[in-house]
C-alpha cells in the first residue's frame, strides 16, 4: 500500500513539474524595460491628468510638468513644492498598504535630496517623476511584480 501512495504522490509530482516547466516557456524570456515589470498604481489625481491630457502635450517634459503644475508639487516651474509631494505621495501609500516602503525611499530619494535626471532641457518635474518611478521600482512589492 506504502508503494502505492509513493508511486502516486511520484506521478502526481511529475505532472505538475511538467505543468509548470510549460507555463514558464510560455512567459519565456524579455529585455523588457525592468520597469515594467512592476505594475505602479496610477499615482497621479484624476483632475490634473485629464487637464493634462487633451490635448497630450509632447515631449519627455511637457506633460508630465503640466500634472505637477496643476497637482501643485512646483512653486514654480524648476523648485519642487516638496511638504506637497511629499504630503501628496503619503496620502496615495495610505491608499494602497503595500507600497508604504516604496512611498518612503521615494521620499528619501527625490524628495529629500535635490536630484537631476539630466535631460537635454533642465524639467524638475521630469526630474522628481523619474526619481519616483526609480525609487518604486526598487521596493516594488512582490504582488505588483509581474515578470
Same mark, same amino acid.
Given at each position: 500500500? @506504502?508503494?502505492?501512495?509513493?508511486? %502516486?504522490?511520484?506521478?502526481?509530482? *511529475? +505532472?505538475?513539474?511538467? +505543468?509548470?516547466? +510549460?507555463?514558464?516557456?510560455?512567459?519565456?524570456? /524579455? %529585455?523588457?524595460?525592468?520597469?515594467? #515589470? #512592476? $505594475? =505602479?498604481?496610477? %499615482?497621479?489625481?484624476?483632475?490634473?491628468?485629464?487637464?493634462?491630457?487633451?490635448?497630450?502635450?509632447?515631449?519627455?517634459?511637457? &506633460?508630465?510638468?503640466? *500634472?505637477?503644475?496643476?497637482?501643485?508639487?512646483? /512653486?514654480?516651474?524648476?523648485?519642487? @513644492?516638496?511638504?506637497?509631494?511629499?504630503?501628496?505621495?503619503?496620502?496615495?501609500? $495610505?491608499?494602497?498598504?503595500?507600497?508604504?516602503? !516604496?512611498? @518612503?525611499?521615494?521620499?528619501? &530619494? #527625490?524628495? $529629500?535630496?535635490? =536630484?537631476?535626471?539630466? %535631460? &537635454?532641457?533642465?524639467?524638475? !518635474?521630469? $526630474?522628481?517623476? /523619474?526619481? /519616483?518611478?526609480?525609487?518604486?521600482?526598487?521596493?516594488?512589492?512582490? !504582488?505588483?511584480?509581474? #515578470?
Amino acid at each position: 500500500m @506504502n508503494k502505492l501512495y509513493f508511486a %502516486l504522490i511520484l506521478i502526481i509530482s *511529475v +505532472v505538475k513539474a511538467d +505543468v509548470i516547466e +510549460v507555463q514558464a516557456r510560455k512567459k519565456g524570456a /524579455t %529585455l523588457k524595460p525592468i520597469s515594467a #515589470c #512592476c $505594475d =505602479i498604481p496610477e %499615482l497621479g489625481s484624476p483632475k490634473p491628468l485629464t487637464e493634462c491630457s487633451n490635448p497630450k502635450l509632447p515631449g519627455p517634459c511637457r &506633460d508630465v510638468q503640466c *500634472v505637477f503644475e496643476k497637482s501643485g508639487f512646483l /512653486t514654480d516651474q524648476n523648485k519642487l @513644492n516638496k511638504e506637497v509631494y511629499k504630503n501628496h505621495l503619503l496620502q496615495w501609500a $495610505d491608499k494602497h498598504k503595500d507600497w508604504s516602503s !516604496a512611498v @518612503n525611499k521615494a521620499i528619501e &530619494d #527625490c524628495v $529629500d535630496k535635490d =536630484i537631476r535626471q539630466y %535631460l &537635454d532641457e533642465p524639467c524638475k !518635474a521630469y $526630474d522628481v517623476f /523619474t526619481c /519616483t518611478g526609480i525609487a518604486m521600482l526598487k521596493k516594488c512589492p512582490k !504582488a505588483a511584480w509581474k #515578470c
